[in-house]
Nanobody
Framework: QVQLVESGGGLVQAGGSLRLSCAAT????????MAWYRQAPGKQRELVAH???????NYADSVKGRFVIARDNTKNTVYLQMSSLKPEDTAVYYC?????????????WGQGTQVTVSS
């Protein structure tokens, strides 16, 4: 069983920066893709950024050029560097990871970390 432990959320002023971290612990399987999602009040959870085990990335249009996703495979950790933050980035940010054991895909979520951007 994989457990995702997130850290790094908080309150920041518009234009500021934050870095989120998510470590996969207790993992018996090899982690494949990792990602960050977010959910603002009254809205659906949306993909923010995604990174494969090989390092390929993709981003939501709303964060391109401002956010950078990276991972350290030796530590099973994924990071989200957020810059030029806007009030509309305010949300609970969730870490995602998946792993495969044969034909079965396992999906894991972190507990969420609050990011609040004040104007």
């Amino acid at each position: 069983q994989v457990q995702l432990v997130e850290s790094g959320g908080g309150l920041v002023q518009a234009g500021g920066s934050l870095r989120l971290s998510c470590a996969a612990t207790r993992n018996s399987f090899s982690i494949n893709d990792m990602a960050w999602y977010r959910q603002a009040p009254g809205k659906q959870r949306e993909l923010v950024a995604h990174i494969t085990s090989g390092g390929s990335t993709n981003y939501a249009d709303s964060v391109k050029g401002r956010f950078v996703i990276a991972r350290d495979n030796t530590k099973n950790t994924v990071y989200l560097q957020m810059s030029s933050l806007k009030p509309e980035d305010t949300a609970v940010y969730y870490c995602y990871a998946d792993a495969r054991l044969g034909p079965v895909k396992y999906v894991y979520w972190g507990q969420g970390t609050q990011v609040t951007v004040s104007s």
